[in-house]
């Protein structure tokens, strides 16, 4: 049964820190991975999708990588600001056609000024 | 594109009463699914559909119908409901290989059963 673990569950910098927030998952077969991001009280949003044949992805200061063999990917976020205080959830799908998402439980991130 | 839309966005139920929430996506995808999310518990699929007037059960669907009579609807409804069904609920719609199935989230509805 697949597991997506993330830690650490809550992570608090200062502005301008660089970070990475990991999440690893049990079993390396999957078709993608992707990273979103909730704010509080608020939906999910899509930050990144990881297919498996790729090593990683970009999005103005936001890195992903992923490392299907050893089961984990990194989101990492570059001179972080305040308002990327947020919840971070990453997930993997396990296939093509339907196939659910498993999610991790997240890392609640706090950038204060 | 007003993208994935939910209501209602919080409700109170007494326990024993029913309701439907309802998800409406306005992208022409094919898949549906409702979630829920509970401290601690990252998220649990519920309900999917990959396609109008198919339904089935995801990983927690005890206490819950669904019924998607259009493309664009998905509707979860609880008969009964239950102080465990206090949750907040996602709705969410993906594409088809195309686009990886990438998942695009409303913004919930927080429900509370006394």
């Known amino acids: 049964k697949q597991e997506v673990t993330q830690i650490p569950a809550a992570l608090s910098v200062p502005e301008g820190e660089n970070l990475v927030l990991n999440c690893s998952f049990t079993?390396?077969?999957?078709?993608?991975l992707q990273w979103f991001r909730q704010d509080p009280g608020k939906g999910l949003t899509s930050l990144l999708l990881?297919?498996?044949?790729?090593r990683e992805q970009t999005s103005g200061r936001l890195n992903a990588s992923l490392d299907k063999s050893s089961g984990r990917s990194t989101l990492y976020i570059a001179a972080s600001q305040p308002g990327d205080s947020a919840t971070y959830l990453c997930?993997?799908?396990?296939?093509?056609?339907?196939?659910?998402?498993?999610f991790g439980t997240g890392t609640r991130l706090l950038v204060s000024p | 594109n007003a993208g994935v839309t939910q209501t209602p966005k919080f409700r109170v139920l007494k326990t024993g009463q029913s309701m439907t929430l309802l998800c409406a996506q306005d992208?022409?995808?094919?898949?549906m699914y409702w979630y829920r999310q509970d401290p601690g518990m990252g998220l649990r699929l519920i309900h999917y559909?990959?396609?109008?007037?198919?339904?089935a059960k995801g990983e927690v669907p005890d206490g819950y119908n669904v019924s998607r009579l259009k493309k664009q609807n998905f509707l979860l409804g609880l008969e009964s409901a239950a102080p465990s069904q206090t949750s907040v609920y996602f709705c969410?719609?993906?594409?088809?290989?195309?686009?990886?199935?990438?998942?695009?989230f409303g913004p919930g509805t927080r429900l509370t059963v006394t």
């Open positions: 969410a719609s993906s594409p088809t290989r195309r686009s990886s199935y990438e998942q695009y």
């Open positions: 079993d390396s077969a999957i078709y993608n």
């Open positions: 990881i297919q498996s044949s790729q």
């Open positions: 997930a993997v799908r396990l296939g093509t056609g339907f196939q659910k998402l498993v």
């Open positions: 992208m022409n995808h094919e898949y």
């Open positions: 559909s990959v396609g109008e007037g198919t339904t």
